[in-house]
């Protein structure tokens, strides 16, 4: 066969790969300008110093048992022709990763070396299943459905005139901590299902939402039909501040402009299937969001004057952290205000411009 001898080939690669990152080239010169200011070594007013640190924890625990993989497995393999070897082998990973390692791959290490391959793989594999079972069973984030900041949150939305929220970001790693680390909102308190680009399926959408209002009238969860709340769905897609030009999203070939519009486009066309099947006017209010995986500020797209979403029309989270940095908390929330709405006080706005002050 033609193929037989490819795979021996030197100059065979099992497929392209991904271009490793630089920030040599085609850096925005306005980035050194849109740093994070400090105020005299204070933080902003804003700050929640309790939940950064939880975060900031929970992060340093998660890259710990990940990274001490490599480290374990260098210790077993210098021991692996001493006496007792499979004991203390299976000590060194409890000790360390609080695993067991499997047998048949260790009882072979008197006649041949250890597959470290395997055992990686049986690690990193172990260890996932470990983490995952912590989040779900002990709530590290305290965000599971039930908990405090959950029902903290839902009566929030609710109080916003929400009785759901349902997000949409790009399926790209960078943004896996969107909802919990970015927005800040428990994990529970949300639908959120990530597709490539925040191209998200509209019929499985709008199928999604004939439940959520279904469940109103049959079970008034979350709050009966007849109260006045609307459906929010959410698109944040991403761009890069750092090297635009190649670490936006690859789903759009890192055209920020691009993402911004495909994204409004299917929220548009969600919003018209929702009306052409039952009514004008139904409960679908829209949102689009982007976020700078370099920096993890948002870019808001606000309404123009005819009610539509604007793509030109933005506030930026970093902006609003600089701008406001020096000010009290009551100077800082009328200029958000002002700056979201062009009203002076806050219970002029609307539910979609509040969920987004608090």
């Given at each position: 066969m033609v193929l037989r001898g490819l795979a021996?080939?030197?100059?065979?690669?099992?497929?392209?790969?991904?271009?490793?990152?630089?920030?040599?080239?085609?850096?925005?010169?306005?980035i050194k300008t849109r740093k994070l200011r400090n105020r005299s070594g204070e933080s902003h007013h804003f700050t929640d110093?309790?939940?950064?640190?939880?975060?900031?924890?929970?992060?340093?625990?998660?890259?710990?048992?990940?990274?001490?993989?490599?480290?374990?497995?260098k210790e077993i393999a210098y021991i692996q022709h001493n006496e007792n070897f499979l004991k203390n082998a299976q000590q060194i990973s409890q000790n360390n990763l609080g695993i067991d390692l499997p047998s048949?791959?260790?009882?072979?290490?008197?006649?041949?070396?250890?597959?470290?391959?395997?055992?990686?793989?049986?690690?990193?594999?172990?260890?996932?299943a470990k983490f995952s079972d912590d989040f779900f069973k002990n709530d590290p984030l305290e965000g599971s459905s039930g908990s405090i900041e959950a029902k903290?949150?839902?009566k929030f939305l609710l109080d916003c005139g929400f009785h759901l929220l349902d997000i949409t970001p790009c399926s790209d790693g960078r943004l896996a901590h969107t909802v919990a680390y970015v927005m800040r909102i428990p994990f529970s308190a949300v639908r959120r299902r990530s597709h490539a680009g925040a191209l998200f399926?509209?019929?499985?959408?709008?199928?999604?939402w004939i439940k959520t209002e279904h469940k109103r009238y049959r079970e008034g969860v979350p709050n009966p039909a007849d109260k006045d709340t609307r459906y929010l769905k959410i698109v944040t897609y991403h761009f890069s501040s750092v090297d635009p030009l190649h670490q936006g999203c690859a789903a759009h070939g890192s055209n920020d402009a691009l993402a911004a519009e495909e994204g409004l486009n299917k929220l548009n066309a969600f919003r018209e299937s929702v009306e052409n099947s039952f009514c004008c006017g139904a409960s679908v209010d829209l949102m689009?969001?982007?976020?700078?995986?370099?920096?993890?500020?948002?870019?808001?797209?606000?309404?123009?004057?005819?009610g539509n979403i604007s793509l030109e029309n933005t506030v930026s989270t970093l902006d609003i952290y600089n701008?406001?940095?020096?000010?009290?908390?009551?100077e800082t929330s009328q200029e958000i205000c002002q700056l979201i709405s062009n009203y002076s006080c806050e219970k002029d706005l609307t539910g979609i411009e509040n969920l987004f002050i608090n």
């Open positions: 021996k080939a030197k100059n065979f690669t099992l497929g392209p790969t991904a271009p490793m990152k630089s920030f040599s080239e085609h850096i925005d010169p306005k110093q309790l939940q950064n640190k939880k975060l900031y924890d929970y992060e340093l625990k998660t890259k710990k048992s990940f990274d001490d993989i490599v480290s374990t497995l048949y791959i260790l009882e072979k290490s008197w006649v041949k070396p250890l597959d470290m391959r395997a055992l990686y793989a049986w690690c990193v594999f172990k260890q996932h903290n949150f839902e399926d509209i019929e499985n959408t709008v199928n999604r689009l969001i982007g976020l700078d995986t370099d920096t993890d500020a948002l870019k808001i797209h606000l309404n123009s004057k005819d701008s406001t940095i020096d000010k009290s908390v009551d």
